[in-house]
């Protein structure tokens, strides 16, 4: 074989490995498209059938928020229509505060004791979390204590970090149409999307859901959280 065959041959190879390169490629990414989607759909459904079963015992009454997350105090705060942020009492008693906008730095009691502390940055936002209050007297909880920092009774990372695969959640609660403050529901509407990156500009999947309430409960659009007395 003479040297000019030799480099015929080796640029035709070339040629070719770089054509299998180029299609190898465009395969893996369509792979990697597709494992991503199927990984984010099975997010989705676990995080719904989370949320069903939360929701589901809801008793007494319920209340959206338009923000209730890291920047957002909600102490005498009115309800909305639509919100990302869900308020219920469940079947114990204590009233439940759901959200995927993050949590603010929170003192945790025990009593008129502070247990522990939540610190800001703690609950990124995209992840689901809830906050747990009891009820005074007068049917409202103490959300601040009385320098203004956010105070509650437990709170709860409803799955770990890791289990978001490096996506961020987001969940729009709302009424059912045409529904008025202290009217009974027996349902919420939710939309729930996960995106893959933290400003939430990729949207990688979503899916709106009815929540079904074992209960017929109260809309309550008044003020239900304040910041305890000095």
Do not use: W
């Not at 209730?68 to 009115?78: F, V, Y």
């Not at 929170?106 to 502070?114: A, D, E, K, V």
């Amino acid at each position: 074989m003479s040297l000019v065959e030799m480099i015929v041959i080796l640029l035709v190879f070339g040629i070719m490995m770089t054509m299998m390169i180029g299609i190898l490629s465009a395969a893996t990414k369509i792979y990697i498209r597709i494992q991503r989607l199927q990984n984010a759909q099975i997010i989705l459904d676990n995080t719904l059938q989370e949320l069903r079963g939360m929701t589901r015992d809801a008793a007494g009454y319920v209340k959206i928020y338009e923000k209730c997350g890291e920047n957002d105090s909600i102490a005498d705060q009115t309800g909305t229509q639509r919100g990302q942020g869900l308020e219920f009492v469940n079947e114990d008693g204590y009233v439940m505060l759901l959200s995927t906008e993050g949590c603010p730095g929170t003192g945790i009691y025990r009593g008129s004791q502070l247990f522990s502390t939540v610190n800001p940055g703690d609950v990124p936002a995209g992840r689901l979390f809830a906050r747990y209050y009891v009820r005074e007297k007068d049917e409202k909880y103490h959300y601040e204590d009385p320098s203004g920092q956010p105070i509650a009774r437990a709170v709860n990372s409803v799955f770990p970090d890791r289990y978001y695969m490096g996506n961020y959640l987001e969940i729009t609660y709302s009424y059912p149409p045409g529904t008025s403050s202290d009217e009974k529901v027996d349902y919420l509407e939710a939309e729930v999307r996960l995106y893959g990156d933290e400003e939430k500009n990729e949207l990688v999947v979503k899916e709106s859901v009815v929540l079904d309430l074992r209960y017929n409960v109260n809309r309550r659009d008044g003020a239900t959280a304040d910041r305890a007395a000095l």
